[in-house]
């Protein structure tokens, strides 16, 4: 609202015309007594004058019989509900941006989360093989292959390929398909369990060249859903070809209590593979072994005196 002592101030068109009808007077009445012309005071109603002399709008409030404040103009009150709706629209403005940092937190999170976390459809799959760390000429060493997986797996399948002229021999569980020309060999699982073993045993061959490393190599594969996923099998060494017993772990040419220990948490699940055990522990009881070149065997011994 304009102060009283302004030379001029802004009036309400609306309420001017308004209390003059209420009160049935008429605009040549309220002109005589403000002492302007009839057609000033339409004006004044139809906001053609919206400032007047303060004076004339005294006579104004005079004729209509009403305070002056009634017929200003309410300019703070309109300031004040126009600060009201921008506060309204900030608060508003505020929360979609809350809303929209929210949101852009969310996905961030999410794609967090799927790049930190393989696909359903692609399960981890792990397979390690043990291998003897020597293998004598002409004889026949047992092979180790662990396989896990993340997950229940409807089917998977194991590819081993040995070394050219490695002949294989049989195997716990049985092969599946063996391809002996290219020495590959498959087994097939059905519903496997989250961890398998499978246990063969390979013929070394009698011409190898003594002191040789040999490598191997497989993959094991599945197909969840249609989506291939296959995991290289990792060897825990390199086998060297050497005139040790595979169960010697040193080729100190004596297989002691620690490798008998060993041995026997394998027989249990490799038991009907057609090893000789026998032999096996008979050298664990003489206390060392040799290794006959013309039978391509291994012999109980005594051990040399200490």
Known sequence: MEPLNSPSVAIDAVVIRQIREEKRLTQFYVAKVVGVTTDTVSRWENNRYPTIMRDNALKLAEALEVDLAIILKQEAESEESGDIDRLKDSKKNNWLYVLLFSAIILLVVFFLFLSNNPSPSAPVLQAKRSLPPFAAPGSQILIQVELSAEKPLPGMILKETFPAGWRFIESEPAVSHLDADTGVARWIFRKPLLKTRVYYILQVPEDIKADSDMTF???????????????????DRTMQVKPCHWADKNCDLIIDDVEILELSDITEEAESLHLDWDLIEKIWEVGAYQWDIEKKQFIPVQPPPQ
């Open 217 to 235: 190599s497989g993959e094991l594969i599945a197909n969840p859903e249609g989506q291939r996923t296959s995991a290289l099998i990792q060897s």
